[in-house]
Structure formats: structure tokens, C-alpha cells
């Protein structure tokens, strides 16, 4: 059966069935427009009522506004289904920050750890050098670069598997399993031994 070569003519008389005809699951649409008119499931049937039935103009109308209702519905269900789960996130992250601040240490709970104190400070110290060099031997730019892009990386590399860390580690402290996908295929291959 192909639905879609009634859809002008059921979009001559409700737009949105017409439109819902035509697409990925115009069969069931068409079986709801055969089962309002009260004819057979088939496109045929359906055509022939719409040009015989008076009153098909007004049972098609009911039909697409429970359509847009039943849309609206599944609509907003979605809505607050991603707001709670936002919800859930954010009260999550708020209980971690509140354990981190309960913790006591400023120093910690200010920059996670000394690694990012360092790389802080690094930072400010690498701008400094930088200056000199390109004033004492610009030709020397090349190598002092080359030194910072290494010394950048490392520390951020050290800072980011830090961070990771301590985030699990208070995280599994409240109670939560974080998981990744380097987690969640570590269990599957100790699953499998």
C-alpha cells in the first residue's frame, strides 16, 4: 500500500495529516485516517470516502487536531524529561562543589591541586622569558617556543589526568559511579577474563 499517493488530497483537508501522510510512518497515519473514516485499510478506500463522505472534511479535522495534541503531549513529556535530567546534573555537580568546599583546604578547593598552581605561575613566568629572549637573541625564538609548547602540554597533560582524578575519587566519595567510556570498557574486558 502506498499512502502517499492520497496525500494531496487528504492535505487538501487537513494540512498536517497530509504532511504526516507523506512521511517516515505514513503507514500509520494512514491507518488512523481508514479507522476515523470507519473504511478500509488501504489508500483506495480512503480516497473514495473523502470524495463520497460529507462528513470526512470534519472527522479528518478531529483526527489532526488529536494529532497536534498527541504531538504536544510527546512534546513536552521530552521537555521535562531533559529538564529533570539537567536537574539531576546540576545537583550533582552543586553536591560535589559543596564537598569540595566543606573540605577545608582553600588552596585545593580553589585549583583542584599544586599541578595547577605551578602551571599558573609557569604561565606567567614563560610570558616573562619569552619577552627577554625575543629582546636579548630573536634568532633564539625557536627554541624557546619549542621549549613552551613541551612544557605547556606536559603540565596540561598532568593537570587534565589530575583533575580527572580527584573529580572521580569525590564523586565516588558521594556516592556516584562516574563512568567513561575507557571505564566502561575496562570493566567489559575484566568482565571477560
Same mark, same amino acid.
Not at 460529507?54 to 512534546?75: G, I
Given at each position: @500500500?502506498? #499512502?502517499?499517493?492520497?496525500?494531496?488530497?487528504?492535505?487538501?483537508?487537513?494540512?498536517? !495529516?497530509?504532511? /504526516?501522510?507523506?512521511?517516515?510512518?505514513?503507514?500509520?497515519?494512514?491507518?488512523?485516517?481508514?479507522?476515523?473514516?470507519?473504511?478500509?485499510?488501504?489508500?483506495? /478506500?480512503?480516497?473514495? /470516502?473523502? &470524495?463520497?463522505?460529507? &462528513? /470526512?472534511?470534519? &472527522? !479528518?479535522?478531529?483526527? +489532526?487536531?488529536?494529532?497536534?495534541?498527541?504531538?504536544?503531549?510527546?512534546?513536552?513529556?521530552?521537555? +521535562?524529561?531533559?529538564? &529533570?535530567?539537567?536537574?539531576?546534573?546540576?545537583?550533582?555537580?552543586?553536591?560535589?562543589?559543596?564537598?569540595?568546599?566543606?573540605?577545608?583546604?582553600?588552596?585545593?578547593?580553589? #585549583?583542584?591541586?599544586?599541578?595547577?598552581?605551578?602551571?599558573?605561575?609557569?604561565?606567567?613566568?614563560?610570558? !616573562?622569558?619569552?619577552?627577554?629572549?625575543?629582546?636579548?637573541?630573536?634568532?633564539?625564538?625557536?627554541?624557546?617556543?619549542?621549549?613552551?609548547?613541551?612544557?605547556?602540554?606536559?603540565?596540561?597533560?598532568?593537570?587534565?589526568?589530575?583533575?580527572?582524578?580527584?573529580?572521580?575519587?569525590?564523586?565516588?566519595?558521594?556516592?556516584?559511579?562516574?563512568?567513561?567510556?575507557?571505564?566502561? !570498557? @575496562?570493566?567489559?574486558?575484566?568482565?571477560?577474563?
Amino acid at each position: @500500500m502506498n #499512502w502517499t499517493t492520497i496525500t494531496n488530497t487528504v492535505a487538501s483537508l487537513a494540512p498536517a !495529516l497530509g504532511q /504526516a501522510l507523506a512521511g517516515p510512518a505514513g503507514h500509520v497515519v494512514g491507518q488512523a485516517i481508514a479507522s476515523t473514516l470507519g473504511v478500509n485499510n488501504s489508500p483506495d /478506500a480512503v480516497e473514495t /470516502a473523502l &470524495k463520497t463522505d460529507p &462528513k /470526512a472534511a470534519v &472527522k !479528518l479535522a478531529e483526527l +489532526e487536531t488529536e494529532l497536534k495534541r498527541a504531538t504536544l503531549e510527546a512534546t513536552t513529556r521530552q521537555e +521535562e524529561n531533559q529538564l &529533570k535530567a539537567q536537574t539531576a546534573q546540576r545537583q550533582a555537580i552543586n553536591t560535589t562543589m559543596q564537598a569540595e568546599l566543606q573540605n577545608g583546604n582553600t588552596y585545593k578547593s580553589g #585549583w583542584r591541586s599544586a599541578i595547577g598552581w605551578t602551571m599558573a605561575f609557569s604561565f606567567g613566568w614563560i610570558s !616573562l622569558i619569552l619577552g627577554i629572549s625575543v629582546f636579548q637573541d630573536p634568532s633564539q625564538i625557536a627554541n624557546v617556543v619549542d621549549a613552551i609548547v613541551m612544557l605547556t602540554v606536559s603540565m596540561g597533560a598532568v593537570l587534565g589526568i589530575n583533575i580527572r582524578h580527584m573529580s572521580s575519587e569525590r564523586l565516588a566519595s558521594l556516592g556516584f559511579r562516574p563512568t567513561s567510556l575507557m571505564d566502561s !570498557l @575496562m570493566t567489559r574486558s575484566r568482565g571477560s577474563h
